[in-house]
């Protein structure tokens, strides 16, 4: 029997939306980032996260650096994604 695969966009978009915001609260954008770490909970798809990525992202040329890894679980029982971003902001 395949496993399932559940849809994990709907998450990942909330999760972008949330650090764009606190890259606005630092006086950052999206453009500042410069090394994206996106852990996502096996089971879930690689694809609706990528795709997430590519709606914020959109056009910009040089992305970022990105590392994408399935992981077992996250401490908060129903995560299914996690996000961690750096930002090089000029003075």
């Known amino acids: 029997m395949r496993?399932?695969?559940r849809r994990s966009g709907g998450k990942a978009r909330q999760a972008l939306?949330?650090?764009q915001t606190c890259l606005a609260a630092a006086g950052a954008s999206i453009e500042h980032v410069v090394k994206w770490t996106i852990l996502i909970r096996e089971g879930e798809s690689l694809q609706d996260g990528f795709a997430a990525f590519g709606e914020?992202?959109?056009r910009r040329p040089n992305p970022p650096a990105i590392t994408v890894a399935q992981v077992a679980g996250f401490a908060v029982?129903?995560?299914v994604c996690e996000l961690e971003a750096i930002a090089a902001v000029p003075a």
């Open 3 to 5: 496993k399932r695969r």
């Open 17 to 19: 939306a949330n650090l």
């Open 56 to 58: 914020v992202w959109g």
């Open 77 to 79: 029982p129903g995560a």
